[in-house]
């Protein structure tokens, strides 16, 4: 073949396409099948075609496209197989975690990758899923942000912030809405100490850690099972006062060793409570400032009136009194006698032969009595007990009383109702024998300041309430008033159920007994541990005798002789019920009262006997239906008998008696074996700061009342035990004394003794102011009469005679002359007088007989001469014996001796 094409040219120099397509054709020389060639036009796909298959390209597409189908076969059921694997896994325990499809992961070098297992659904526990939690490895030295730290130092930093567990917030800085300044979070969470903040195995532990971060009060939180074990650690917990916003936290908790847990929502403690001295508790005092200008002012009892722990004599309780005399009665002089002794007890005061110390200047064995009754006191503060308790015995209150009224000026006496001391055990040595801070001592001191402090309400005796300003300042309670509620009956107690008859029990002599059930009242109280209940029931036989049983013998600290409560006779001869009581010291035997109401006759369970009993502080009542008069049919039924209604009183008097939280119990002769019945019980409980009474946030913590400073009593005071120091003393016994009225009783001047005057001259007796007329002495009265005794001859000593305006009056009497022998005669001019001997004018005794004809005046020849100065006689009146001349004034008798040298 030539190298040109047919007109000559070289092929060489044909051009150069520089694309072709399959369907363009190219020249080139064909072998035909003879075996020839020639030169044809080869379209471009056919030399593709041919090249391809020369090259077995065909069969090897063929095989790879048969190889790809088999392998995207094989994946997708890998794909499947391993998306059904997965998705099986998704969510469980030891399972996979889903990245979504923005979420990209490269794990490297030891990364690696962990799940936290899904918890299912428990209880009240919600399911929780699984969690996907990557390691990721990373150099320490790496920093972080723009701060140049360090990625250990960030761990760190990360390891104690908020989030952390066991964390603090030091770290974390935030502003609160509308402040102005940013603080940690850790301050601002300090604010406010919780329990729950401390560590403990127990809600005691983790309560005395609380008291000893010494914030001052600390947060129960709500919900808080407050359980405390009542331990003596828990007892000197004792610097904080606790609150929480859960009243049930308050109501609910146990064993806390005076430290009680209060309301948020209570106010604040009261600083002043009414008065309990008044002038009507101060008239001897009285009497010495009209007369004398002067009022000896003494305090005699244990060492809280003495000196004690104080720093200095001034800071102690009765001086405090002796300036409110001072203030409230100016112008008087107030003359202060301390004769308190430390560590004594009311049998001390009352022996004969305690011996007075030497500071008291005692003439040579004197008595401690003798010694402070020779100071002559017009008002006396008598303050025992602490150191009585638990043995304290009422016989030596009453001792001590009549002691006093012994005297021939009778002082006004006043009570110092003592306080409690503190819960804490952390006392000083040597206190610790005293046990002040025992459960034991303290219920001892509830029912013995109870009984104090009943007696003097009892008995008409002022008194210093100190246990109650205590009360309320460190134990957020006042324990004057109380409320009560409801008993439910409750099966298996002595209160099974209400309106149906429950026998009683039986002793060896016939008597029945029912004691108050273990049973919690609506609000918490148990019967069995009250100080105030009310009972209404009726009994289906009469008793012989029916005692109300307040504090049976022996129980609680108390020394007594008899029950205390009330007696009541249904078997009286006069056939009318009579009743008595006992305070512990008096014989209910020996103050029987009848009443007007007959004793129920034709008993039964269809008429019974039906009575109310009730015992609320110091008084006490008792009720029992009888038929009306006017209406004879009633009788007391559904709801009235809940209450009493219609009921007659047997008696409702005030008397001493305990106030610790107790078990009262009912006693009735005769009837063992018989039936009671029972409408309503309801009880309270007012040794406690529980929700039978009012209930306050304190003022202070117990440890600040009582501590001392550096173990040093002369700095502030105080002993850890029963001393307050001077801090506690202001808070609460000043304030005690400064809530009372010392203004003493006021007096008007006697017109008896003011006016009348003796004269022996030629027999005259004066009355009054003399005239001018010689030998007449005249009685001046509001109605414009005069009387007067003439002496001198005729009708001396015989008449009285009647003057108006300087002259007799002739229609008074027999031309003015009246005769002291008449028996009545009224004037007309003003009120009656009674002439018969003794003469009495204007309300008072005169006191005079004459007789005419020796013109000799007796004064009461026939009448006994005073036997002690409280003996019944009139003011003014006048009597004689060999010894002594006697005087009556403002209720009592004064006598002069009369010179027995002189003869």
Request: aromatic content about 10%.
């Amino acid at each position: 073949m030539s190298g040109t094409t047919q007109s000559g040219t070289p092929i060489t120099a044909l051009k150069v396409a520089t694309t072709i397509a399959a369907t363009d054709n190219v020249l080139g020389v064909v072998k035909n099948p003879d075996g020839t060639q020639e030169a044809q036009q080869v379209p471009v796909g056919v030399i593709g075609g041919a090249v391809s298959e020369a090259a077995g390209i065909p069969a090897a597409v063929q095989a790879a496209e048969n190889a790809a189908t088999t392998a995207q076969a094989a994946s997708d059921a890998s794909y499947k197989n391993a998306t059904q694997a997965m998705n099986d896994k998704l969510g469980v325990a030891g399972g996979a975690a889903q990245l979504d499809s923005k979420a990209q992961l490269l794990l490297q070098g030891e990364s690696s990758l962990a799940i936290t297992p899904a918890t299912a659904a428990s209880g009240t526990t919600p399911a929780t899923p699984a969690k996907l939690k990557p390691l990721l490895p990373l150099d320490e030295t790496a920093t972080v942000g723009n701060g140049g730290n360090t990625l250990g130092d960030a761990v760190s930093q990360a390891a104690g912030a908020v989030q952390a567990t066991g964390g603090d917030a030091s770290k974390t800085i935030s502003i609160a809405k509308g402040a102005t300044a940013p603080r940690a979070l850790s301050d601002r969470q300090a604010d406010i100490v919780s329990v729950a903040d401390f560590a403990g195995t127990t809600v005691t532990e983790q309560f005395i850690a609380a008291d000893k971060s010494g914030r001052g009060k600390i947060t129960i939180p709500a919900g808080t099972d407050l359980a405390l074990d009542g331990s003596d650690d828990l007892s000197a917990a004792n610097h904080s006062i606790p609150v929480t916003d859960d009243k049930t936290v308050v109501n609910g908790q146990t064993n806390n060793r005076g430290n009680y847990v209060h309301w948020s929502a209570y106010g604040s403690a009261p600083d002043t409570f009414n008065p309990t001295v008044g002038p009507e508790h101060l008239k001897q005092a009285g009497i010495a400032a009209r007369d004398n200008g002067a009022v000896i002012f003494m305090n005699v009892g244990d060492s809280i009136g003495a000196i004690a722990s104080d720093p200095c004599e001034i800071a102690v309780y009765p001086n405090a009194i002796v300036e409110m005399l001072k203030r409230d009665n100016p112008g008087v002089k107030i003359d202060h006698r301390n004769m308190a002794i430390g560590g004594t007890h009311w049998s001390d005061f009352i022996n004969p032969n305690y011996g007075a110390p030497d500071w008291q200047d005692p003439k040579s064995g004197e008595s401690w009595q003798s010694c402070c009754a020779r100071q002559n006191p017009d008002v006396v503060i008598l303050h025992f007990l602490g150191n009585d308790i638990p043995n304290f015995s009422p016989a030596n209150v009453y001792s001590a009383v009549n002691f006093w009224k012994s005297q021939e000026k009778v002082p006004d006496i006043i009570f110092g109702v003592t306080y409690r001391p503190s819960y804490s055990n952390a006392v000083d040595p040597g206190e610790s024998e005293l046990t002040y801070y025992t459960e034991a001592w303290q219920r001892a001191f509830q029912a013995s300041v109870g009984w104090l402090k009943t007696y003097c309400q009892a008995n008409g005796f002022g008194y210093i309430d100190f246990d109650r300003y205590v009360a309320s300042a460190r134990d957020g309670y006042d324990p004057e008033d109380v409320a009560l509620s409801m008993v439910p009956a409750l099966a298996g107690t002595s209160l099974p159920s209400y309106e149906n008859w429950l026998e009683l029990s039986s002793d060896n002599y016939a008597n029945g007994k029912w004691e108050m059930p273990h049973a919690p009242s609506a609000v918490g109280t148990y019967a069995d541990e009250c100080t105030d209940a009310s009972l209404a029931f009726d009994l289906d036989a009469i008793p012989g005798t029916f005692i109300v049983a307040l504090n049976p013998m022996g129980n609680d600290g108390l020394n007594i002789t008899f029950d205390c409560g009330v007696y009541v006779w249904f078997d009286d001869a006069s056939g009318f019920i009579t009743w008595s009581y006992s305070d512990g010291v008096i014989d209910p035997n020996t103050n029987k009262q009848t009443t007007n109401i007959p004793i129920p006759a034709n008993v039964s369970q269809s008429n019974p006997v039906r009575m109310c009993v009730e015992a609320v502080g110091a008084r006490v009542r008792v009720r029992v239906f009888t038929p009306f008069t006017n209406n004879p049919s009633w009788y007391p039924n559904y709801p009235l008998f809940y209450y009493g209604t219609g009921l007659a009183t047997v008696c409702d008097i005030l008397m001493a008696r305990p106030l610790d939280a107790r078990q009262y119990s009912l006693t009735m002769s005769q009837i063992g074996g018989k039936n009671i019945k029972f409408h309503r019980i309801c009880v309270g409980d007012r040794s406690r700061p529980g929700p039978d009474v009012h209930r306050y946030v304190p003022s202070t913590p117990c440890y600040d009342l009582y501590s001392e400073i550096d173990g040093n009593v002369q700095l502030i005071g105080g002993s850890n035990a029963y001393h307050m120091n001077s801090q506690g003393v202001r808070d609460t016994q000043w304030r005690a004394v400064r809530d009372q009225v010392w203004r003493v009783y006021s007096y008007e001047q006697n017109p008896v003794l003011q006016t009348g005057s003796f004269a022996g001259t030629n027999g005259n007796f004066i009355l009054g102011k003399p005239t001018t007329a010689p030998g007449s002495y005249l009685w001046y009265d509001n109605g414009g009469l005069n009387i007067a005794i003439q002496p001198g001859s005729g009708s001396a000593g015989t008449y009285l005679m009647a003057y108006t305006n300087g002259g007799l009056d002739s229609t008074i009497g027999q031309g003015g002359y009246v005769s002291i022998s008449d028996k009545f005669y009224t004037f007309t001019h003003f009120t009656s007088h009674l002439f018969n001997k003794t003469v009495n004018i204007c309300g008072n005794t005169l006191g005079v007989a004459v007789d005419g004809e020796t013109k000799t005046v007796y004064l009461n020849p026939p009448t006994a001469a005073p036997a002690s100065p409280t003996d019944g006689g009139n003011n003014g009146e006048v009597r004689i014996d060999d010894n002594y001349l006697y005087i009556c004034r403002d209720g009592k008798w004064r006598r002069i001796a009369f010179d027995t040298t002189w003869s």
